[in-house]
């Protein structure tokens, strides 16, 4: 037995009445509100579901904003930085403790209180108070007060059919005006940053320096916050300390451990919008992204040098935004430092003019670039097949397409005007060995798509391999008697990874979208047909940047994000044939089908293959 046990044991009633000073309680719990609420709406008293829910939300308010206040204010008496032994630590550690303690009780009342159900704190972070109150607030004839609860509950439950109809309607009652609809969650660094884009895309470049700078003021407010909510009890997955199997330190370690996985977090939570899974890419360093390029269209290029530092410390090697911290530094004539930081999406409309890497193959030609087509990562080229090779692809399209191939089943997966067609590479090497269609096409399929893997992989200089996500030769044919007054598209717009969001400007990187594919090609067969162009749009799903015609040997390459939304225009008389590719540079999602199909021309190569079978399973589209 450790013979330092009992003096510890000894001190410990003094050290715990140290930390659990006693206080009454000043503030009704905020679950305990929230039952009653729900209570009295089950028992159509909507007077009271008014008064203890938005108590129920006041509370919570307060407990949280409680919490902040008195964890930072012990954090700075009692420090942890200069404690150097066990004792000046713990020392160190029950102060804070003590301290947060009688503050928080000060304000709320005995903690104890104050600790709520999981399912409680879901119902909070998910807007289901705002429910309630737009229900009772609707019997109560307050439409103004329920359009406001209708609001900020739909802003995080946006897949809420029902409350969007509701919304709609009070936008036509009587005492409801535009200013109603607020959303009374809102984030003031979410909001302040929305703001400022929304005035950047109109170019009023001088009010959004002045909301992004407010944007970052809040964000680096919330983030303090955020990290001091993390200093309370944490949870320990797997582990069951009330047993006391673990000694002192590691208990301590482990809580400290979870503590920093926590603060970690605060940056995915603070860049995550309501209602969404996945944050919004690279959101801290997008703000200077914004006011790099806002300050030097405002005529301040001292703050655009400092903007696109502060950008460079977050990615360092990104060579449109060296080169224009270079520019700045050239017109001002001499150099400045990145501003402080306190602690990936991506906007194009000020990206530099790029030459792009070899595009391999004799004869290839660049047609557009980046700039010229109004994006980032853009290219569109010229004879990446010749005649003969578009006719022998398409003739094998004519062969082996399936309807419905591809889009699990549907022969009209966009739309209803429009028949769908499509082949793997897989598939087609099968046909080939079946005798169905010449096996030189079917390798002509197969080489015709590793050589626009090549090309892209080369013209956008990407330093890792690109493996192919999905490989799919589509036909799509204009339905007779259904073209008149087409007012829809081929395909609706899109983004490749990430779901497309245009009333929040936003690409949600989440399933359903193959959130791990990275570029997209597509290599046209043919022009023969009316309508079908390729279109790039605004976030907005609307604003057409640049429009490609098909050809035969075009190819259009881009990322594969939310900077690219596109889509098809419809084709309204004859078919439309083309290879869709999609790309990913992590090694661990590449297309089965297509390392199949490698191991087939493999043994095809070397013979092995006649006499045996193929193990073909085809799969839907990725």
């Not at 972070?125 to 609001?151: G, M, S, V």
């Not at 030609?365 to 090779?389: I, K, Y």
């Amino acid at each position: 037995m450790d013979g330092n046990l009992f003096p510890t044991l000894i001190f410990l009633p003094v050290l715990l009445s140290a930390v659990l000073p006693s206080s009454a309680g000043v503030l009704e719990p905020y679950d305990l509100l929230y039952d009653n609420a729900v209570e009295a709406f089950y028992s159509a008293d909507y007077e009271s579901v008014v008064r203890y829910m938005e108590g129920a939300l006041s509370s919570h308010r307060q407990v949280r904003a409680t919490r902040v206040r008195c964890r930072l204010r012990c954090q700075d008496q009692h420090p942890l930085d200069e404690s150097f032994s066990d004792l000046r630590f713990f020392d160190s550690v029950l102060r804070r403790a003590a301290c947060m303690n009688k503050c928080i009780e000060e304000k709320v009342g005995t903690q104890s209180l104050h600790k709520v159900s999981e399912d409680v704190v879901q119902d909070f972070n998910r807007r289901i108070p705002y429910n309630y109150l737009q229900q009772a607030y609707q019997k109560l004839q307050r439409p103004d007060k329920a359009a406001e609860a209708a609001h900020t509950y739909f802003q995080a439950n946006p897949e809420h059919v029902e409350m969007g109809r509701d919304l709609e309607q009070y936008k036509n009652l009587q005492g409801v005006e535009e200013t109603h609809f607020v959303d009374r969650e809102a984030r003031p660094h979410q909001r302040s940053f929305t703001a400022a884009v929304q005035l950047y895309d109109k170019g009023d470049y001088e009010g959004a320096t002045a909301l992004f700078e407010e944007a970052l003021v809040e964000y680096y407010k919330a983030d303090v916050d955020c990290r001091a909510l993390c200093q309370g009890p944490q949870k320990f997955e797997g582990q069951d300390h009330l047993r006391y199997r673990y000694s002192l330190h590691e208990v301590v370690s482990d809580h400290f451990t979870q503590v920093l996985h926590c603060e970690h977090e605060c940056v995915r939570d603070l860049a995550t919008r309501p209602g969404r899974l996945s944050p919004m890419e690279n959101y801290l360093p997008l703000h200077y992204d914004y006011l790099q390029f806002a300050y030097f269209k405002a005529g301040r290029l001292e703050e655009a040098l400092q903007c696109a530092l502060t950008y460079l410390l977050f990615h360092e090697g990104e060579e449109f935004m060296k080169e224009n911290a270079d520019y700045y530094r050239e017109e001002l004539g001499h150099d400045a430092e990145p501003r402080e930081v306190r602690n990936n999406s991506l906007h194009s409309s000020h990206a530099v003019i790029w030459a792009g890497g070899p595009l391999l193959y004799e004869g290839v030609q660049l047609v557009q670039n980046s700039a010229a087509l109004n994006g980032t990562q853009r290219v569109l080229l010229d004879h990446v097949l010749s005649e003969e090779e578009c006719a022998e692809l398409r003739q094998l399209a004519h062969t082996v397409t399936m309807a419905g191939d591809g889009y699990k089943g549907r022969m009209s997966p966009h739309t209803p005007n429009e028949k769908f067609e499509g082949a793997s590479v897989l598939k087609t090497l099968q046909h080939g060995f079946e005798g169905r269609v010449p096996m030189r096409s079917a390798r002509l399929f197969y080489e015709t798509s590793e050589r626009a893997r090549r090309i892209i992989e080369s013209y956008f200089v990407l330093n890792s391999t690109l493996h192919f996500s999905y490989t799919h030769l589509v036909c799509r044919t204009a339905i007779k008697g259904q073209q008149d007054h087409r007012n829809d598209l081929s395909h609706p717009i899109h983004a490749d990874n990430c779901l497309l969001d245009p009333d929040a400007n936003e690409c949600w990187k989440e399933p359903p979208a193959y959130t791990n594919r990275d570029y997209s090609a597509l290599l046209y067969l043919n022009a023969d047909f009316e309508g079908g162009e390729f279109v790039f749009t605004e976030m907005d799903a609307k604003t057409v940047t640049a429009s490609v015609k098909p050809k035969c040997g075009r190819m259009v390459g881009f990322s594969s994000g939310g900077e690219n939304p596109h889509g098809v225009k419809a084709v309204t008389s004859g078919q439309r044939c083309a290879v869709a590719l999609w790309f990913t540079l992590n090694p661990l999602y590449r297309e089965l089908e297509r390392l199949q199909a490698d191991e087939v021309v493999q043994a095809l190569d070397t013979q092995h293959v006649f006499g045996q079978g193929l193990n073909i399973n085809p799969k839907d589209e990725l």
